[in-house]
């Protein structure tokens, strides 16, 4: 679970273009990181997964869960001198990753949903009972926007992910069966376009996140990866993010969990 879990930051690393996000070809609207960052984080991460499936095989609850969370935060900042990469992954991948534990996964596929309806059923009151991160970016933007970020989608079990994100990477899959990189872009930018992303809300206050979200939907509307063009249209929504200095951190971070759900899950 825990080597399932890196490879799916690593994918989510890979993908370009992807608006105002770090890849392998630039740091997106990012100074202070790139992609040495980000894998240095992802090696420091590993054995937190692995310590949140086995939390999750044993059964423990959200406190338990968030104590390793924060362990594992300690590590990233460790390991990228205090840059946070993966903070919003570490929750949400962390609790998919348990869930996987609690549900033994690794074998056979499990059934369609499985994953977050775990989280939803054991973990949701915990999550939404939990302490609130007064410092982080993404809680000041929820309380200041009044939308429910990343506490409410993984409490509600990740809607976003199953509705939007399977199937947008399923149908760009379809699509270009032989181009992973478009089925990851694909998936991105659907996410962009319907996700409550407080960290554009952050960092672009509510004209850049209505600018975001709307270059993202023009983009799926237009036909996505279906187009020929996908490519340059995609790059130039990347180019006008880094102008305006957005970064979706929340689609990326879903981006990920996406994709390790789709390797765990029937279609």
Known sequence: MAAAAVAALHRELDTYPKPGLVSLVDSGSHADMDAG???ASAAALEPWFAALAQA????RPMPQLRRIGLAAEAAMRAATGGVNTHRGA?????????????LRAGGPPLPAGALGAHVRARHARGILRGPVPLDAPGAR???RHGVGGAPAEAAAGFPTLYRVGLPALRRARSLRPDDPQAHRVGCCLALIAHLEDTNLLHRGGAEGYGFARAAASAFCAAGGVARDDWFARAEAIHRAFVARRLSP???????AMTLFVDGLEDA
């Open 90 to 102: 570490i929750f949400g991948l962390g609790l998919l990753a348990a869930a996987a534990g609690a």
């Open 141 to 143: 933007a929820r309380l």
């Open 37 to 39: 960052t980000f894998r």
């Open 56 to 59: 999750g095989a044993a059964d």
């Open 249 to 255: 951190g929340g689609a990326a971070d879903l981006l």
